[in-house]
């Protein structure tokens, strides 16, 4: 029986059919369309840029980037991606290893990802409003909670 468990697993994968676990995460995922297209913060200091495809199969894909002046001065690819069997937000910024940030909330509004073992960050936190997006990173540092929000405006996509 295993062996015909396996097979049938196998061919179902192959045929692009999804156990239902594996449905409801890639629903979720697809719940973040609101995320998708180009966003901007601006002040005095930098420029901060974050682009995303609409999700596919559950899948977001970005990138950001700090600019000042006509200097980059930070750079991220970013995934929001099933990890393990959840929603994940993995981060690779500016060349460093990736990291994982399981979702603990995702609503039409509002998606909240968090790695309580992570430095700095240890939560990221998308609020979708009716016409911006906030940005949050936000945890511990030396033992005091800090914060730093985004506040982005829709921007035009570049060609």
């Not at 200091?45 to 950001?64: F, K, V």
Request: charged letters at 20%; glycine letters at 6%.
């Amino acid at each position: 029986m295993p062996r015909t468990w396996m097979l049938a697993m196998t061919l179902a994968a192959a045929a692009g059919v999804r156990p239902a676990a594996a449905q409801a995460v890639a629903r979720e995922g697809d719940r973040l369309a609101w995320l998708a297209g180009c966003w901007q913060a601006a002040s005095p200091r930098r420029t901060l840029q974050e682009w995303w495809m609409p999700p596919a199969g559950g899948t977001l894909q970005g990138m950001s980037r700090a600019i000042r002046g006509d200097s980059v001065m930070s750079w991220e690819f970013v995934r929001i991606e099933p990890v393990n069997g959840r929603l994940s937000y993995v981060a690779e910024p500016s060349g460093q290893r990736p990291a994982t940030f399981p979702a603990t909330f995702v609503s039409d509004t509002l998606a909240v990802f968090a790695d309580p073992t992570h430095d700095f960050p240890q939560r990221i936190i998308y609020h979708r409003r009716p016409d911006s997006l906030l940005a949050r990173i936000e945890g511990r540092v030396q033992g005091e909670e800090r914060f730093v929000e985004f506040p982005f405006a829709r921007a035009a996509c570049p060609p």
